[in-house]
Each structure stands twice: as structure tokens, then as C-alpha cells.
């Protein structure tokens, strides 16, 4: 149910006069892949004690849709993987059903789809991301470590079937899946599902270098001009995708261009972490505890005061750039915001 008490507050502007009407909400940092370029193999997660509850969760998504969030993307860590993750969902059902959230989506990387795909569309998903950075098997697990291919295969058709509508992500590699792009785009076409690349990001120790990974998506485009017929198209989504249309395919392509492209200048979204922290930039360590807040009444005065307050720390943009030294832009990994 939306919380009437904030409902009538005033809109989230901030001081560059961007409305905040989209929330990233990370519900796990933990996963059961560890992708090159997201964490190390080692990765040492949070203590579950941290957690925000699942009622907790959507309390807090409640207040974010009183004050216009009109978008909510689950992510993580894989949201899929969180104990109960078909409670928050049913719980967040009503916000989709009574019309004040226009969309509540989730990116996955796919391997629990085929347990959960109806559960999800019963809940008022719609649309979801789902991370692929290859059809290649080989080079699937070369990526993701620890992902079973054929899972997330098998997860991808019953979201199909189900009548989810699909995006795949991919994340450019040089040298690891640069050259497997062309074959993405053609399976993606045959499936009726658009796809979005992604320049990596320099979030985070991965314990390895940046630089050999980071492939500039201009780079790959002069590629894909060769391969394919890619027209113009003014498709926008409110998000730092552009896109473009495969002519050959009829499904667009979307470049996420972070580093050779600023995208920020039209950002309308904020991040909160499973342990509550709001990030108001995915490339800035600037953050508010909204645990406190939220945990110190049962009414959302003090949560939505505390929203107000970040929001008018958001910054202008970003700082993401790779160094040679291949240094992290920022310390957290993108497994605690959720992408
Ligand atoms: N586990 C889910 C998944 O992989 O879809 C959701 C969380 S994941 C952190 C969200 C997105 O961030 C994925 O599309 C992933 O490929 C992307 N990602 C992770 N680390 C990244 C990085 N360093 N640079 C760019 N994208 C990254
Ligand atoms: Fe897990 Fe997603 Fe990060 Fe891969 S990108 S390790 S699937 S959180």
C-alpha cells in the first residue's frame, strides 16, 4: 500500500532540476556467478544480520513511489538468489496493481528464471534485463566462473514463454567476447529480444587489470557498421542507453558508453544497497543511511525527510575513468548497487 503520509510530498528534484522518478533497489549483494569483471572469485560479502528485511524492502520502495518514483528495478548481487525473493515481489504486487509504479523490472544473470518466471509475471513483471555477455559456452564460463550455461538457457525460454519481454546485456570484453558480438546480435534477433552492450565500468577490486579488459564501445561500433545494417532510432527510455535499430533483425541495440560518452546530464534515478544505503551516483561514494531512519519510527516521516536531504547532494555527474594503473574509480563493486 503507498504510504499516504508522504504521498503528497513534493517530487524529488534535485539541484541540476532532474526529477527523480526511477529507483535501483540492490535486495542481495550475493551471487552464484562471479563475473571477471564485477567481482573476484573471492569476494567477501555481507553479513546477512545487515540486511534490510523483505517487509523492510518494501516499505522503503513504498515511501520511494509516494514521493514519484514511477520505476523500480530489482537487481544486486542476483536478486533471484535472496531467501524469499517471491515474498518481496508478491508484496510489492499491490504498487504495480493499484497504478502509482509504472514498471517494476529486474535485471538477472538468468539461472533461477526457469523457477520463477511466472511467479514474477504474476506479480506485475513485465519486462526484464538479463545479463549475457556470449552465446559461446566456452567462453560463458570463462566470464561468469561459476555460471551454468545451460540454466541460464533453459531460463531465457521460460521467461519467453511466459510472455516476459527480455533484454539481454553484454558487457564488451577486448578479447574475451568482442569478437562473439555479431552472433549475440543474431541469436537476440532470432528470439525477438533487443540487447544492450556495456563498456566495463572501473568499480571495485576484481583483482585483475582494467585496462586489458575495457573495450571503448566506439571501437565495437565501427565493427558491428561493417557486419550490419544499424539505423538511427530516437527510442529513448529515460535511461544513459542509445540505441539504434539492426535493420537485418528488426530489434534494437543499445550502447551503454559511460566512459567515452557522459550520459548523465539527463539522470532521473537513484540507488539504495540491501542494507538500506542510498547512493545518489552509480560513479560517486557519496551515500545516506535510510536503516536509521527507517527503523527509528514505524511512520515515514523521518525516511522521507532523510530522501529529501540526499537528494539535494546529488552531483552534477560521474568520475569514472580508467587509469592506467587500472585503480578502481570507485571502491565498492557494482554488485552492492545493483548495476
Ligand atoms: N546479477 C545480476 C546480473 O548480472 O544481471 C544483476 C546485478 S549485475 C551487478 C547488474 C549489471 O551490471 C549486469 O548487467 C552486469 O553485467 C553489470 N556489471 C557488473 N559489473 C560491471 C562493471 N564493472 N562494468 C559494467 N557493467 C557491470
Ligand atoms: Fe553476479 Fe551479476 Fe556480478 Fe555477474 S554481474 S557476478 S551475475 S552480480
Given at each position: 500500500m503507498i504510504d499516504n503520509s508522504t504521498k503528497n510530498g513534493s517530487q524529488m528534484v534535485d539541484p541540476f532540476g532532474r526529477t527523480i522518478t526511477y529507483l535501483r533497489l540492490s535486495v542481495t549483494d550475493r551471487c552464484d556467478f562471479r563475473c571477471v569483471y564485477c567481482m573476484s572469485e573471492n569476494m567477501t560479502f555481507l553479513p546477512k544480520k545487515d540486511l534490510l528485511s523483505l517487509e523492510e524492502l518494501i516499505r522503503l520502495s513504498s515511501v520511494f513511489v509516494s514521493k514519484g518514483v514511477r520505476k523500480i528495478r530489482i537487481s544486486g548481487?542476483?536478486?533471484?538468489?535472496?531467501?524469499g525473493i517471491m515474498t518481496f515481489f508478491e508484496g510489492m504486487a499491490p504498487l504495480c496493481h493499484e497504478g502509482d509504479l509504472k514498471e517494476l523490472t529486474l535485471t538477472t544473470n538468468g539461472s533461477l528464471l526457469s523457477e520463477y518466471s511466472q511467479g514474477l509475471y504474476d506479480c506485475g513483471v513485465r519486462r526484464i534485463n538479463v545479463s549475457l555477455d556470449t552465446i559461446d559456452p566456452d567462453t560463458f564460463h570463462a566470464i561468469?566462473?561459476?555460471?551454468?550455461y545451460d540454466r541460464v538457457m533453459a531460463g531465457i525460454d521460460s521467461a519467453l514463454k511466459v510472455g516476459l519481454k527480455l533484454k539481454i546485456n553484454c558487457v564488451a570484453l577486448k578479447g574475451v567476447n568482442d569478437h562473439q558480438i555479431n552472433d549475440l546480435i543474431q541469436w537476440c534477433g532470432d528470439k525477438g529480444m533487443d540487447l544492450t552492450l556495456i563498456e566495463s565500468m572501473p568499480m571495485g577490486d576484481i583483482g585483475e587489470l582494467r585496462p586489458e579488459q575495457y573495450m571503448p564501445l566506439s571501437v565495437v561500433r565501427e565493427q558491428l557498421d561493417k557486419q550490419w545494417t544499424l539505423r538511427h532510432s530516437?527510442?529513448?527510455?529515460?535511461?544513459?542507453s542509445r540505441y539504434v535499430e539492426v535493420a537485418e533483425t528488426g530489434q534494437r541495440l543499445g550502447f551503454i558508453t559511460p566512459?567515452?560518452?557522459?550520459?548523465?546530464?539527463?539522470c532521473n534515478r537513484v540507488r539504495v544497497t540491501c542494507t538500506g544505503k542510498l547512493y545518489m551516483?552509480?560513479?560517486?561514494?557519496d551515500e545516506t543511511d535510510l536503516r536509521t531512519p527507517l527503523r527509528a519510527s514505524e511512520g515515514n516521516q523521518l525516511l522521507s525527510y532523510a530522501i529529501d536531504e540526499a537528494i539535494t547532494r546529488k552531483p552534477k555527474s560521474h568520475d569514472f575513468e580508467i587509469t592506467k594503473d587500472g585503480a578502481p574509480a570507485v571502491a565498492r563493486h557494482m554488485n552492492v548497487t545493483g548495476g
Amino acid at each position: 500500500m503507498i504510504d499516504n503520509s508522504t504521498k503528497n510530498g513534493s517530487q524529488m528534484v534535485d539541484p541540476f532540476g532532474r526529477t527523480i522518478t526511477y529507483l535501483r533497489l540492490s535486495v542481495t549483494d550475493r551471487c552464484d556467478f562471479r563475473c571477471v569483471y564485477c567481482m573476484s572469485e573471492n569476494m567477501t560479502f555481507l553479513p546477512k544480520k545487515d540486511l534490510l528485511s523483505l517487509e523492510e524492502l518494501i516499505r522503503l520502495s513504498s515511501v520511494f513511489v509516494s514521493k514519484g518514483v514511477r520505476k523500480i528495478r530489482i537487481s544486486g548481487g542476483e536478486p533471484l538468489v535472496r531467501k524469499g525473493i517471491m515474498t518481496f515481489f508478491e508484496g510489492m504486487a499491490p504498487l504495480c496493481h493499484e497504478g502509482d509504479l509504472k514498471e517494476l523490472t529486474l535485471t538477472t544473470n538468468g539461472s533461477l528464471l526457469s523457477e520463477y518466471s511466472q511467479g514474477l509475471y504474476d506479480c506485475g513483471v513485465r519486462r526484464i534485463n538479463v545479463s549475457l555477455d556470449t552465446i559461446d559456452p566456452d567462453t560463458f564460463h570463462a566470464i561468469t566462473r561459476w555460471g551454468k550455461y545451460d540454466r541460464v538457457m533453459a531460463g531465457i525460454d521460460s521467461a519467453l514463454k511466459v510472455g516476459l519481454k527480455l533484454k539481454i546485456n553484454c558487457v564488451a570484453l577486448k578479447g574475451v567476447n568482442d569478437h562473439q558480438i555479431n552472433d549475440l546480435i543474431q541469436w537476440c534477433g532470432d528470439k525477438g529480444m533487443d540487447l544492450t552492450l556495456i563498456e566495463s565500468m572501473p568499480m571495485g577490486d576484481i583483482g585483475e587489470l582494467r585496462p586489458e579488459q575495457y573495450m571503448p564501445l566506439s571501437v565495437v561500433r565501427e565493427q558491428l557498421d561493417k557486419q550490419w545494417t544499424l539505423r538511427h532510432s530516437d527510442y529513448l527510455t529515460g535511461g544513459p542507453s542509445r540505441y539504434v535499430e539492426v535493420a537485418e533483425t528488426g530489434q534494437r541495440l543499445g550502447f551503454i558508453t559511460p566512459l567515452t560518452n557522459n550520459f548523465c546530464a539527463g539522470c532521473n534515478r537513484v540507488r539504495v544497497t540491501c542494507t538500506g544505503k542510498l547512493y545518489m551516483c552509480l560513479g560517486q561514494d557519496d551515500e545516506t543511511d535510510l536503516r536509521t531512519p527507517l527503523r527509528a519510527s514505524e511512520g515515514n516521516q523521518l525516511l522521507s525527510y532523510a530522501i529529501d536531504e540526499a537528494i539535494t547532494r546529488k552531483p552534477k555527474s560521474h568520475d569514472f575513468e580508467i587509469t592506467k594503473d587500472g585503480a578502481p574509480a570507485v571502491a565498492r563493486h557494482m554488485n552492492v548497487t545493483g548495476g
